[in-house]
């Protein structure tokens, strides 16, 4: 228990330390990685468990400049204990540095059916579109601009310049419009930013 307690310790410690977007992408990597027990805002040890699978895509993704902080893998229909189906789009938000804003800006993803939407600080818009249904019921949403909750989560637990450097990124939203998928986004994402 000891060890665990220092690991968070030295994890929050990490956060605190940054200055710079670069910084926090570097920490999210190691979160994502499973080399920092702690991520801002919702104070997590670990990845979730469904997200390992993409986990290797989200580190690639932060060490290219885009601070993952909400994402899931894509999952065909399964039936829950319940009997009701549940089936999930592939989905990532977070923070991104200048130059991958503004690859993924200028990205059309009309013909692989992926949506990215790109905001500064003060937007509104963009499409709260579902990710996560459960039977006819929508429960998670991605596409629209969560800049400030997401601003919000950081703010207690990094430097007052990194936070102000979130401040300044852009918040992107990325999605797969494609129920069940489970690879196209991650590979889209991938040769728009040049990560692996």
Avoid: K
């Avoid at 665990?4 to 920490?27: F, M």
């Avoid at 923070?95 to 059916?113: E, I, K, N, P, W």
């Avoid at 989560?153 to 990124?169: D, G, H, N, Q, Y």
């Amino acid at each position: 228990m000891v060890e665990r307690e220092i690991l968070l310790d030295e994890g929050r410690a990490a956060w605190v330390s940054a200055r710079t977007l670069d910084d926090l992408c570097r920490l999210g990597a190691g979160f994502v990685d499973g080399l920092l027990a702690f991520f801002p805002g919702w104070a997590a040890s670990s990845l979730d468990r469904e997200s390992e699978a993409i986990a290797a895509h989200l580190a690639a993704l932060n060490r290219a400049g885009f601070l993952t902080v909400a994402s899931q893998p894509g999952s065909p229909p399964r039936a829950s204990h319940d009997g009701a189906l549940h089936e999930q789009r592939a989905f990532v938000c977070g923070f991104a540095t200048q130059r991958v804003a503004r690859s993924l800006a200028s990205y059309d993803g009309s013909d692989a059916r992926i949506v990215v939407a790109t905001f500064r600080r003060g937007s509104r818009g963009g499409a709260r579109l579902a990710v996560s249904r459960r039977g006819s019921a929508a429960h998670a949403f991605a596409g629209y601009c969560a800049f400030e909750e997401e601003l919000e989560c950081f703010a207690p637990c990094v430097s007052t310049e990194a936070l102000r450097a979130l401040e300044r990124s852009t918040y992107v939203s990325a999605l797969d419009l494609e129920w069940g998928r489970e690879a196209r986004l991650w590979s889209e994402l991938a040769r728009v930013l040049g990560s692996s």
